[in-house]
């Protein structure tokens, strides 16, 4: 073998094992984001089983309301609640009724639609829902058809309702 040859022998050789080094490490990216989409996705879809709560708590009257409307049921999201439990207990904190972080929960919740109702000042759920209803766009969201999901957190007298599309 020449020198010439030798050089082109290992010069192939090791882009070769670059190549086969970038490909599976490449492949290992795409397994993890694999798994993590489809863990995201098993959690966004994860339900609450609500079905033992009081016929006024605010999930059924919500998607009683929703029925008598011939608007389909939403079903109840672990992600969606849990956006809106850190959303009540930042309302609580700050001891203001906004709307901010909207644009960090919509991304947080993968959905392809994405609305809210948040309220302070009432006792009970009924009452959250009484008052939701008397006003036009919280009514709107609540009937909004399309809709797939919901999660709901009430604290004391503060109260955030998310619905999505997913």
Not at 18 to 29: A, C, E, H, S, Y
Not at 96 to 122: A, D, T, V
């Amino acid at each position: 073998m020449t020198l010439i040859t030798i050089v082109f022998s290992i010069f192939f050789i090791a882009v070769a094992i670059g190549f086969l080094m970038r490909f599976f490490k490449k492949r290992d990216i795409k397994e993890d984001c694999n798994n993590e989409v489809q863990q995201t996705q098993k959690y966004i879809h994860e339900e609450i089983d609500w079905s033992q709560l009081p016929s006024d708590s605010l999930f059924n009257l919500i998607n009683n309301e929703r029925k008598n409307r011939k608007l389909s049921e939403l079903l109840s999201s672990k992600l969606l609640t849990q956006l809106a439990k850190e959303k009540v207990e930042e309302m609580m904190t700050t001891n203001i009724l906004s709307h901010s972080g909207f644009e960090e929960r919509l991304l947080k919740s993968y959905s392809n639609s994405f609305f809210e109702n948040i309220g302070n000042g009432y006792s009970t759920e009924k009452s959250f829902f009484y008052a939701y209803m008397n006003s036009d766009k919280h009514r709107a969201n609540i009937c909004r058809s399309g809709m797939t999901h919901i999660g709901i957190y009430t604290k004391k007298e503060w109260n955030c309702c998310i619905f999505a599309k997913y």
